[in-house]
């Protein structure tokens, strides 16, 4: 005897557990995804941040390496004019540059507006400027006048700090030893300034608070040789 066989259909709970599955598996590509597109934006900050802050430091290590510079050596403005505010947060410094003009307006030698630099924190953006009054020699440098023109990119890096640390330079006449920007009263000598630069920013990320933004610090150490003794 043969019997039929009729074939059945899911059932609804079993109908209901496939849909939970699915939705199961569903939900878990999802979380993998974002986690995964979340993470590369974060390193992509970072990586932008890091990049930031190694340009502006770079920029301003190679400026500062250039103080003091003249075509000639009899004149001292050049290497006079390098001082920090009272915040030790902005930097006034001179050098000759003479042959950055094809045009030859700039004269060998003589110390012209814009021939005086300088980089300070406004805010939480590096500024740097190209012309100015007088920087003064050996008193707080003015960090007001000349037009300043930003250098770091508040999308990329909110810089919280900069710091230029004269403290251990050394103004070496025999055994006598100066710190800090301090001029000495003698008419031989050379002046040595141990510049430490430190330069700290951050970036946003979309689930971090403001307090919690990760931050990236660099520090670097530069000598600066100037050869007025008086300075």
Not at 189 to 215: C, E, F, M, W
């Amino acid at each position: 005897m043969m019997l039929n066989k009729k074939q059945t259909g899911l059932t609804l709970i079993e109908m209901m557990i496939a849909m939970v599955l699915g939705l199961f598996v569903t939900a878990v590509i999802i979380t993998v995804f974002s986690t995964n597109v979340r993470s590369s934006t974060e390193n992509l900050k970072m990586i932008r941040l890091n990049q930031e802050l190694r340009g502006v430091m770079t920029m301003m290590i190679d400026e500062l390496k250039r103080q003091g510079y003249s075509s000639d050596s009899t004149n001292a403005d050049f290497m006079n004019d390098i001082n920090t505010n009272t915040s030790f947060s902005c930097v006034r410094y001179s050098y000759d540059e003479i042959n950055r003009d094809p045009a030859g307006s700039e004269t060998a030698g003589v110390q012209d507006d814009d021939e005086r630099f300088g980089f300070k924190l406004a805010g939480n953006t590096i500024e740097w400027t190209r012309s100015g009054g007088s920087i003064g020699t050996l008193g707080s440098a003015d960090c007001s006048n000349g037009t300043w023109t930003p250098i770091s990119d508040p999308n990329l890096a909110e810089i919280t700090t900069l710091y230029f640390d004269f403290s251990g330079s050394g103004n070496k006449l025999g055994s006598t030893i100066n710190t800090g920007i301090v001029a000495l009263t003698t008419n031989t000598g050379v002046s040595l300034y141990d510049v430490t630069i430190t330069l700290t920013g951050k970036t946003d990320l979309p689930h971090s608070s403001d307090a919690n933004d990760p931050r990236r610090t660099l520090i670097e150490t530069i000598r600066i040789r100037n050869d007025d003794p008086k300075d």
